[in-house]
């Protein structure tokens, strides 16, 4: 898509996106709370009409031609309920009847991991179970693109993983799958790429591990000192709480040897050294930190 | 798929829920047959004027007045607060993102509602003729009656679609739905008969609104009295007016 804006009244819920998602990947929308994602998704899936911009999903415009759009997607919204006193399978075969090639309903339980459950009313199935049930439903209609929009917000860890290898297991059908997390361990587990989504605009855009590697030269030694020790002047330290120093250096292997040469010369033992990368999670942070800093409301004027 | 086993497919689904869910089976279904029961028991072979210089036992008058108040749950409130249901959790809006035609959907809940109208009905009718004598119409009456009944489902179904438009969500569909129906149905003489020294306001109350309009017709053939294509008329036009709001207001999105 090019240019894609959405307002609600005055409010800019997107401004401006251009992406471009590759036929059989798993690409992740990454953004906190509000930045725009479900917005964005329900665009694509043809739910709500975009302001501005060109958008094709499978070549076709959702606005125009929704209904032969629909045949060829599978949607897992955010949150939408199933009709509690049907049981899995016919849930899963109600859904079929409405697609013109419909994939097999036990082949669907059995990607989703519920074929043991395929008689149980939806009302008893747990929070984890009825999200894979969410997503054999948009499976029914054997897509060829599924969007899943923010699939394990609100689960606890163990449902959250059983929600994951049933993504991860997509892959291996050859599907292109869209998802939307605030979560960046989910995106760096699941996704081939990511773009990361903040007050409307995408701030980056890459696979996990460029993305966490755009500030790969900035790492960061702490280590603590002995009381009475002073640390070495060989190097400006960026932070010390205590006797812990901080340094954060663009030349790890050179610092981190100097460092350690000298601690040897002087025979003191560095307690606690420990090296840290910048994480996925700190880039995000850092990212998704300057757009939603107070001094850029999302407020247009 | 074809467009008619879809719709069949559909009325399936809507079926099999409809009977598991324990509010739907007893509110909708077993509700007017325990009125019946209750009515009839209570004040059976007592005579009650239902036109001028006309008497009838009551317990024939409850079996038509339930039959047409069967039919109003079963449309009417059956639908507005399953579609209200439906919609609040999501159901509405994740139906929409796949490619079964709204008028496919739509119609499944419809026929559906109308089903269930027709054998309750049935039942009411049975029940009165086995334990209270009561007749069944035959010949031109029951042609007459059946017009009615179709009319009348269609209208009471196209207004549980319309009142979804004002409900706000799940938790007030129950309140909503009742609010706007009981009151109607004690003036328009369902429960208890209107008789000749019915307060005006109340005759006209009756006389705007299609459960008065609805409740005559079906009486016709239980009961005997005349029956009047006017009341067909005006209940055919709460039918179109509620398709027309339905059209207009309808949402299959949460209102939050
Ligand atoms: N229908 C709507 N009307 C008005 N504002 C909306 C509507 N939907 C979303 N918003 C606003 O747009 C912003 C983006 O929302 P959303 O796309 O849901 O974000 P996300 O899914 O990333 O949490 C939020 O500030 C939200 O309050
Ligand atoms: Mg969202």
Redesign the interface.
């Given at each position: 898509m090019r240019g894609l804006k959405k307002s609600y009244g005055r409010f800019a819920a997107l401004r401006g996106i251009s992406l471009d998602i590759r036929h059989g990947e798993i690409f992740a929308l990454l953004g906190p709370n509000g930045a725009g994602k479900t917005t964005f998704v329900e665009i694509l899936?043809?739910?709500r009409h975009r302001d501005a911009g060109e958008v094709w999903v499978l070549g076709v415009d959702p606005d125009h031609q929704s209904?032969a759009l629909?045949?060829r997607?599978g949607?897992v919204?955010q949150?939408?309920?199933?009709?509690?006193?049907?049981n899995v399978a016919?849930t899963v075969e109600?859904?079929s009847?409405?697609?013109?090639q419909p994939r097999p309903v036990d082949e669907i339980l059995e990607l989703v991991g519920l074929e043991t459950k395929r008689d149980e009313?939806v009302l008893r199935l747990s929070g984890g179970q009825q999200r894979r049930l969410d997503v054999a439903?948009a499976l029914a209609?054997n897509p060829e693109l599924l969007f899943l929009d923010e699939p394990t917000t609100g689960f606890d860890p163990s449902a959250r993983r059983e929600v994951w290898e049933v993504i991860k297991n997509l892959r291996g059908l050859g599907k292109t799958v869209v998802l939307t997390t605030h979560f960046m361990d989910e995106a760096q587990y699941l996704a081939d790429r990511l773009a990361i989504i903040a007050n409307g605009s995408i701030v980056a855009e890459g696979d996990p591990a460029t993305l966490a590697g755009r500030d790969r030269m900035v790492a960061t030694v702490r280590f603590s000192l002995p009381e009475g020790i002073a640390p070495p002047a060989l190097f400006e330290l960026s932070a010390q709480t205590g006797a812990t120093y901080e340094l954060r250096t663009a030349a790890l292997t050179r610092d981190l040897h100097e460092l350690t040469a000298w601690a040897l010369g002087a025979g003191v033992e560095l307690a606690d050294l420990r090296v840290d990368r910048p994480t996925l999670e700190d880039v995000y942070l850092e990212l998704t930190a300057e757009v939603t800093s107070p001094a850029s409301t999302a407020r247009e004027p | 798929m074809n467009t008619g086993s879809m719709l069949m497919n559909q009325v399936k689904y809507v079926n099999k829920a409809f009977w598991r869910n324990p509010a739907s089976a007893f509110f909708t279904f077993s509700f007017p047959l325990m009125f019946l029961v209750i009515f009839t028991s209570l004040l059976g072979h007592h005579n009650v004027q239902v036109s001028p210089g006309r008497t009838i036992d009551i317990s024939t008058y409850y079996v038509a007045s339930m039959a047409a108040y069967a039919v109003i749950t079963a449309c009417y409130n059956n639908i507005a607060i399953a579609l209200s249901i439906q919609r609040d959790s999501g159901v509405l809006k994740r139906t929409r993102g796949t490619p079964i035609p709204s008028a496919i959907y739509i119609l499944g809940r419809l026929i559906h509602a109308v089903f269930v109208g027709v054998v309750l009905v049935i039942i009411t009718a049975a029940y009165g003729r086995l334990f209270y004598h009561a007749s069944i119409p035959t010949g031109a009456p029951l042609l007459e009656f059946l017009v009615m009944l179709l009319v009348g489902t269609m209208a009471f179904c196209s207004l549980g679609f319309a009142i979804t438009c004002v409900i706000p969500n799940a938790d007030a569909a129950p309140a909503i739905v009742n609010a706007s129906i009981l009151p109607l149905l004690f003036l328009s003489g369902v429960f208890i008969p209107i008789t000749s020294t019915a307060p005006a306001w109340m005759v006209w109350i009756a006389r705007i609104f299609p459960v008065r309009h609805f409740t005559l017709g079906m009486d016709a053939g239980f009961v005997g009295t005349s029956f009047n294509w006017m009341d067909v008329v005006v209940v055919a036009a709460w039918a179109i007016g509620g398709f027309l709001v339905s059209y207009r207001y309808f949402t299959w999105e949460p209102k939050r």
């Open positions: 899936e043809g739910y209904m629909k045949t997607i949607i919204l949150s939408s309920g199933m009709d509690r006193y049907l016919e109600m859904y009847s409405y697609y013109p009313r439903i209609g | -």
